[in-house]
């Protein structure tokens, strides 16, 4: 039991799980705010909503730097004089950073929880954005494209997090829906991305017009992040979990938590089939959404030339729907417990999406692209939470860290391939042989998406304890 500030929340924003489990010998079900002998009590601390919060905000800002060099490439090869691959690198080498280093982040994660990572996540974020500072100057890419590799290893601790997030400090019937408002704090900062930088960087004929906006954007991104890595908000307010489990799922992992082995946890993983078969359509779908998000200025420019604000525009829609999407998609998946029926079926929109984005770009119509590329986002953006959370449910009882760090990784490696390998398309042959890549990759995703077995096993565990809870109170009746 906590002292100091939470026995505040557990007498006031502290909610005691209804379905708090009963002693299986048969005794009356414990009061509120009682242990309950011999079965785990879980508790809901109001705490959680600030800890996803602050979470969300390291994501947010972090997803920002992502992609706002991206989204106005043919500036940034313009002021800086380079090519349009190497302003591409400053994109993925978000997705090269993170496949070695996934590894050891997962560890700390797992060895010394989520008030050491979200502390080392928001100091390299904010190192990156005030390198970047120093990055302005027509002279200075290559102080550009260290900085963007300090921002991408702070990626690394930051993105794996949601469903950690939600596992430990979240009930059962709003895990899902908890992970998809973490991903909605990165899909947000993506938005800002894509909104941002075309208006703050316009395309001018003066240089001195790109570098003022180039300065602007940067400061203001390092302050944002200067204020987001206040140690003391980290120390004070991240807590590592709360004092009670919030579900007897996660009740039971903590009773075993001195047996876990990291590498025993890999091991364990890598020899499931259907989390291989998720980690390989996860990444081909989210690799996807990297390659589009990265190429989308060459490729509604090719189109549309001139309409550098009307591309952030287009992306910023691509994210607003799918912060919908995400966050419907997490409620939905809490209601209904659908894992694999979803997964399918968002999994199939999210192709079809796609093939009528490829073949609607060239119509001559912009409001039709914008359609287009709002439904892809829905469908796309959507299945992120999707993927985290049917993951932890075929995994269960291993650590929500590991699996979600090995579907990013998976996301990763496909993200850097899709990418170049559709730049190439796209830069040597046509826009629409490029856009038929990712069709025909998204399409392999759906069949081999139809082959998980949909073992859900942490949802099984919680029906467990359910009907034990059940047994005990006929029992007493």
């Known amino acids: 039991m906590s002292t100091d500030s939470t026995q505040g929340e557990e007498k006031t924003g502290g909610i005691t799980s209804e379905s708090a489990p009963t ?45 706002h060099y991206s989204v106005i490439s043919n500036i940034v090869v313009r002021y800086y004089n380079v090519s349009i691959l190497a302003v591409d690198w400053l994109s993925m080498v978000y997705m090269l950073a993170y496949i070695p280093l996934i590894f050891p982040a997962t560890w700390t994660l797992d060895r010394y929880g989520l008030r050491v990572v979200g502390l080392l996540g928001s100091s390299l974020n904010c190192i990156g954005a005030w390198l970047k500072v120093a990055g302005v ?13 300090v921002c991408s ?7 794996g997090m949601p469903a950690r997030v ?5 009930g059962p019937r709003e895990v899902s829906t908890a992970t998809a408002i973490g991903v909605f704090g990165n899909q947000v900062g993506v938005a800002l991305g894509f909104l941002i930088p075309p208006v703050l960087v316009p395309n001018a004929a003066d240089i001195a017009v790109v570098e003022r906006g180039m300065n602007v954007m940067m400061f203001g991104t390092a302050g944002v992040t200067t204020l987001l890595f206040i140690p003391t908000l980290v120390v004070i307010f991240f807590r590592e979990k709360p004092p009670i489990p919030p579900s007897p799922a996660q009740a039971t992992i903590a009773e075993t938590d001195a047996e876990y082995s990291y590498l025993g946890s890999i091991k364990r993983l890598m020899k499931s089939v259907p989390f291989v078969l998720l980690v390989i359509t996860y990444g081909i779908n989210t690799g996807s959404f990297y390659a589009i998000s990265t190429l989308l200025n060459q490729v509604v420019l090719s189109k549309y030339p001139g309409e550098e604000v009307n591309v952030g525009r287009i992306g910023l829609t691509i994210v607003l729907t799918g912060l919908l999407g995400s966050v419907l998609c997490g409620i939905w998946l809490d209601r209904t417990r659908t894992f ?9 929109l999210s192709f079809l999406c796609m093939t009528a984005f490829t073949f609607t770009l060239d119509l001559g119509y912009l409001a039709i692209v914008f359609v287009t590329a709002g439904a892809l986002g829905f469908f796309m953006t959507g299945y992120l939470p999707l993927g985290f ?38 830069n040597n042959l046509s826009t629409l042989a490029g856009n038929l890549c990712l069709c025909v990759t998204l399409f392999l995703g759906v069949v081999v998406t139809a082959f ?26």
């Open 137 to 149: 100057g027509r002279e200075r890419f290559a102080v550009t494209m260290f900085a963007q590799t």
């Open 389 to 426: 959370e049917f993951a932890a449910e075929i995994t269960y009882p291993e650590s929500e860290g590991t699996s979600s760090g090995l579907l990013n990784a998976s996301a990763q490696t496909f993200g850097i391939a899709l990418t170049l390998f559709t730049g190439y398309l796209v």
């Open 452 to 477: 998980i077995k949909s073992d859900l096993k942490r949802l099984r565990a919680q029906q467990s304890v359910e009907n034990t809870n059940a047994e005990s109170k006929t029992t007493v009746l």
């Open 153 to 159: 290893v702070a990626q690394i601790f930051i993105l």
């Open 166 to 170: 939600a596992a430990v400090w979240f």
């Open 23 to 67: 002693d299986p010998t048969g005794s009356s079900p414990p009061t509120p705010g009682e242990d309950s002998p011999g079965s785990p009590r879980t508790k809901l601390y109001l705490r959680r909503w600030f800890m996803l919060l602050l979470f969300s905000s390291y994501s947010l800002s972090n997803a920002f730097q992502w992609i």
């Open 340 to 348: 694999k029926g979803t997964t399918v079926v968002v999994y199939i």
